[in-house]
């Protein structure tokens, strides 16, 4: 009987342990991000405002909160609280480019102006103006600028993809006339400059008619290459893989796979002012050898001249 009551208050022990421990753990997790951030997206910012606080206070490093934090401030127009919460999420390392900007955005909300701009050519000065541009262009605090000539001086630096790697391949944007090598035509390409500056496309009809493709061709800041992405009307997306590559001693030089045999390199440089030459190979051996499987020469046709069909 002794050892059954011993057992019996161990358990009533260890019971009270566990419930005293869930009421703590549930005091730790409320209010909840998710609770915060249904006010948040309710727009109902002095409330939110409540709940983020107690969030940031016992997790100083939550920087998703610190930067829904320093919105609701922004829109309560608590100037130098929003100022604290933005920069205590940068401290985070959170969202730091687009926090730089709400910081501007809360220089621009207080009407100060001297100090929204230099906020504004920090974006630029870390080569992030160009992925913000949309940011800033769709922020309220900043349309009381429109006219002013330094704000629209600043958009200009932000414009997207002006870095030189972006414009490596422009050299084959143009009207083309696609031959082989002093022979028959092949076809037309017309390859034009999109999306800012910051894709190239292509858009290939073979000379039969039969065979028509669109290539995508963009410079990626991450891997800091040139990939290709080429679909074309057979409806086999696997037809031509993926390439990826860089501009090397003027000729811009993009693979597959390398892992995936065969493996393509396809070419293109300057001929000379008007033509480029476009090549492909393929290797089977660990690209000890090399088979040219396309070769032809890009002419750029005159304004208004038709291309051949």
Not at 53 to 76: F, R, S
Request: aromatic share 10%.
């Amino acid at each position: 009987m002794k050892m059954i009551k011993r057992w019996q208050t161990c358990l009533a022990a260890v019971l009270i342990l566990l419930s005293v421990n869930a009421a703590a753990l549930a005091a730790q997790q409320t209010p909840t991000m998710a609770n915060a951030t249904e006010l948040f997206n309710q727009s109902k910012w002095q409330e939110a405002t409540v709940a983020y606080e107690a969030i940031t206070a016992k997790e100083p490093n939550n920087g998703a909160a610190w930067q829904n934090l320093g919105e609701c401030l922004l829109q309560t127009h608590d100037h130098a609280a929003a100022l604290a919460a933005f920069d205590h999420a940068i401290a985070a390392g959170f969202r730091p480019l687009l926090n730089q900007v709400n910081l501007a955005r809360v220089y621009g909300d207080a009407k100060d102006h001297a100090r929204a701009m230099a906020e504004l050519q920090k974006v630029i000065d870390s080569g992030g103006g160009g992925r913000m541009r949309p940011v800033v262009l769709s922020s309220t605090e900043f349309t009381q600028w429109n006219d002013d000539a330094e704000f629209q001086k600043l958009l200009e630096k932000m414009a997207p993809c002006q870095s030189p790697e972006y414009r490596q391949f422009d050299f084959w944007i143009g009207d083309w006339e696609v031959s082989a090598p002093n022979g028959p035509s092949a076809g037309h390409n017309l390859v034009t400059l999109e999306q800012d500056g910051c894709l190239l496309v292509e858009h290939w009809t073979a000379t039969s008619g039969g065979q028509t493709g669109t290539s995508f061709n963009y410079y990626d800041v991450r891997d800091k290459k040139w990939h290709q992405l080429y679909l074309d009307n057979s409806g086999n997306a696997g037809a031509f893989p993926a390439m990826a590559g860089n501009l090397v001693d003027g000729k811009m030089v993009l693979l597959t796979d390398e892992k995936q045999m065969p493996v393509s390199r396809w070419t293109w440089y300057v001929l000379e002012p008007g033509k480029v030459r476009q090549m492909a190979e393929q290797s089977s051996d660990g690209q000890k050898t090399w088979n040219i499987v396309w070769d032809s020469v890009y002419t750029k046709l005159k304004v208004g001249a038709p291309a051949s069909r």
